[in-house]
């Protein structure tokens, strides 16, 4: 299948999703989610596929967020769609039959740490930098990143990083449960 947005490849026993926006720092839209979405689908009865790898493109970012620019106008219905769209895409990756690892690489802000969030397993490098900043915004976590973080890294840190807008380092989520390993970016694919 042709994507416009990502990248996919088996390598070995591995389906790798690569989100294909350096430019725009892999800023999630509405088309690319749905490729997301239909690319973990499109693997789920492949018995070559043992996992699925998400990873963004370039060094910077796994996926620095949404892309604002697509939603500003939004009024309060095609809001409201977009974010029940999201929820579908991170539930399909969450209720996954074969594992699903985030490779973060650079930021996962916003709906992009809602993507890792909703993974099996987080892998981050080195550089990697997580958190919700979208309530500077006054918006709140809209793919259900705030029942996924409270769930993965307890109450007490959720709350704080949600009503905070705080970014951590990779060893800081590390620290709390959010990233299951830290390695050196050349190693992350690895």
């Given at each position: 299948?042709?994507?416009?947005?990502?990248?996919?490849?088996?390598?070995d026993?591995?389906?790798?999703?690569?989100i294909?926006?350096?430019?725009?720092?892999?800023?999630?839209?509405?088309?690319?989610?749905?490729?997301?979405?239909?690319?973990?689908?499109?693997?789920q009865?492949?018995?070559e596929?043992?996992?699925?790898?998400?990873?963004?493109?370039?060094?910077?970012?796994?996926?620095?967020?949404?892309?604002?620019?697509?939603f500003?106008?939004?009024?309060?219905?095609e809001?409201?769609?977009?974010?029940?769209?999201?929820?579908?895409?991170?539930?399909?990756?969450?209720?996954?039959s074969?594992?699903?690892?985030?490779a973060?690489?650079?930021?996962?802000?916003?709906?992009?740490?809602?993507?890792?969030?909703?993974?099996h397993f987080?892998?981050?490098?080195?550089?990697?930098?997580?958190?919700?900043?979208?309530?500077?915004?006054?918006?709140?976590?809209?793919?259900?990143?705030t029942?996924?973080?409270?769930?993965?890294?307890?109450?007490?840190?959720?709350?704080?990083?949600?009503?905070?807008?705080?970014?951590?380092d990779?060893?800081?989520?590390?620290?709390?449960?959010?990233?299951?390993?830290?390695?050196?970016?050349?190693?992350?694919?690895?």
């Amino acid at each position: 299948m042709s994507y416009n947005q990502i990248l996919t490849e088996k390598i070995d026993r591995a389906f790798v999703i690569t989100i294909n926006r350096p430019d725009k720092m892999n800023a999630l839209n509405i088309e690319l989610l749905q490729e997301i979405k239909q690319a973990v689908e499109s693997v789920q009865d492949d018995s070559e596929v043992r996992g699925i790898i998400i990873t963004g493109s370039g060094s910077k970012a796994f996926a620095a967020g949404a892309d604002i620019a697509e939603f500003a106008a939004f009024d309060v219905a095609e809001g409201t769609k977009m974010s029940a769209d999201g929820h579908a895409v991170m539930n399909t990756i969450e209720q996954s039959s074969k594992p699903v690892i985030a490779a973060v690489n650079g930021y996962s802000l916003g709906g992009g740490c809602e993507l890792a969030m909703a993974c099996h397993f987080r892998i981050a490098s080195s550089n990697a930098k997580f958190g919700q900043p979208e309530v500077n915004l006054g918006l709140p976590p809209g793919y259900g990143g705030t029942q996924r973080l409270a769930q993965i890294v307890g109450k007490g840190r959720a709350l704080e990083m949600l009503l905070t807008a705080k970014t951590i380092d990779a060893n800081e989520a590390y620290h709390i449960g959010l990233a299951n390993s830290v390695v050196e970016q050349e190693e992350l694919m690895a």
